[in-house]
């Protein structure tokens, strides 16, 4: 019996211009020439005996032995990928995309580990998703992410997850400057609505807080409403758009955890992640500053 053999290379050349019926948008994505193209699908049909493409005004169409190649090449080249994958994934080298959920408030300490999880691993493709805690915990727990930052005390969290504390951040009531001075009961206080665990979080750091009829469901909204006249618990760096701390907020320090399935798959590269974010230094910020 004849073997086929075709490097993985060719099947992606082959796969590509299958793809966009043409062999100059092909080499264009592929970023090699088009008489490199033409010679690995001459090379093909050489091995093959037949044709694998024809010619219509629309562009190449695959003949019913491209067809079967390309099935052939998806097939082939999948698994290539899978097992490239799993072997660096084995010697402890990042090879999985990362896919990490955020909180609205720790998106910009986030992001600087983003920059430098790139700058160490540019091949790899990054998703990031943007969601409240109690979103954030829902995609560990589905493990529709690799991972998940959470910022309050280890004892809010499911058992059904690990994690690691990486950082700090500092909280505090949060007013426009008309508002610092003025009796806690007179302010136009915004809480997280009751039962979320951005709520019991503010609970469990401040031991009580006021009542309000309020609310705000994450972070970016409670911001948003402080700047135009009303107090929030938000993260000391809000100040940067025209906020002060109110004269009785009391000191606010929020342990910043990363948080994975307990028994689910903790890809090196959510570790190459949270090796970075551990080495950060610089304070975390909602909101970047102005260079």
């Given at each position: 019996m004849r073997t086929l053999k075709l490097s993985l290379r060719q099947l992606q050349i082959f796969r590509q211009v299958a793809r966009r019926k043409s062999v100059s948008a092909a080499a264009d994505e592929l970023g090699i020439s088009q008489p490199q193209v033409s010679r690995t699908l001459a090379e093909i049909e050489k091995?093959?005996?037949?044709?694998?493409?024809?010619?219509?005004?629309?562009?190449?169409?695959?003949?019913?032995?491209?067809?079967?190649?390309?099935?052939?090449?998806?097939?082939?080249?999948?698994?290539?990928?899978?097992?490239?994958?799993?072997?660096?994934?084995?010697?402890?080298?990042?090879?999985?995309?990362?896919?990490v959920a955020v909180p609205p408030g720790l998106m910009s300490y986030a992001a600087l580990g983003i920059r430098a999880f790139h700058e160490e691993y540019p091949e790899l493709p990054i998703r990031i998703e943007v969601g409240t805690p109690e979103r954030v915990l829902e995609l560990v727990l589905r493990q529709q992410v690799a991972l998940g930052l959470f910022a309050g005390p280890e004892s809010l969290l499911p058992r059904e997850v690990a994690n690691e504390e990486v950082a700090e951040q500092d909280w505090?009531?949060?007013?426009?400057?008309?508002?610092?001075?003025?009796?806690?009961?007179?302010?136009?206080?915004?809480?997280?609505?009751?039962?979320?665990?951005?709520?019991?979080?503010?609970?469990?750091?401040?031991?009580?807080?006021?009542?309000?009829?309020?609310?705000?469901?994450?972070?970016?909204?409670?911001?948003?409403?402080?700047?135009t006249g009303f107090a929030a618990y938000l993260p000391l760096a809000c100040t940067e758009v025209g906020l002060v701390v109110?004269?009785?907020?009391?000191?606010?320090?929020?342990?910043?955890?990363?948080?994975?399935?307990?028994?689910?798959?903790?890809?090196?590269?959510?570790?190459?992640?949270?090796?970075?974010?551990?080495?950060?230094?610089?304070?975390?910020?909602?909101?970047?500053?102005?260079?």
């Amino acid at each position: 019996m004849r073997t086929l053999k075709l490097s993985l290379r060719q099947l992606q050349i082959f796969r590509q211009v299958a793809r966009r019926k043409s062999v100059s948008a092909a080499a264009d994505e592929l970023g090699i020439s088009q008489p490199q193209v033409s010679r690995t699908l001459a090379e093909i049909e050489k091995k093959l005996g037949t044709e694998v493409f024809f010619r219509t005004p629309e562009g190449l169409e695959l003949t019913p032995t491209g067809k079967l190649l390309l099935n052939f090449a998806e097939q082939t080249l999948s698994l290539a990928g899978e097992t490239e994958r799993a072997i660096r994934e084995k010697v402890g080298v990042p090879a999985c995309p990362l896919h990490v959920a955020v909180p609205p408030g720790l998106m910009s300490y986030a992001a600087l580990g983003i920059r430098a999880f790139h700058e160490e691993y540019p091949e790899l493709p990054i998703r990031i998703e943007v969601g409240t805690p109690e979103r954030v915990l829902e995609l560990v727990l589905r493990q529709q992410v690799a991972l998940g930052l959470f910022a309050g005390p280890e004892s809010l969290l499911p058992r059904e997850v690990a994690n690691e504390e990486v950082a700090e951040q500092d909280w505090g009531l949060l007013a426009p400057e008309r508002l610092a001075e003025a009796p806690l009961p007179e302010l136009p206080l915004v809480l997280p609505p009751e039962g979320s665990l951005l709520r019991r979080v503010l609970e469990h750091a401040t031991g009580h807080l006021p009542e309000s009829p309020h609310h705000a469901v994450d972070v970016r909204a409670a911001c948003a409403l402080a700047t135009t006249g009303f107090a929030a618990y938000l993260p000391l760096a809000c100040t940067e758009v025209g906020l002060v701390v109110h004269r009785a907020s009391p000191k606010i320090v929020l342990p910043v955890h990363a948080v994975y399935p307990e028994h689910g798959r903790y890809p090196v590269s959510a570790r190459a992640f949270v090796r970075l974010l551990s080495g950060l230094k610089p304070p975390i910020t909602f909101f970047p500053r102005p260079q």
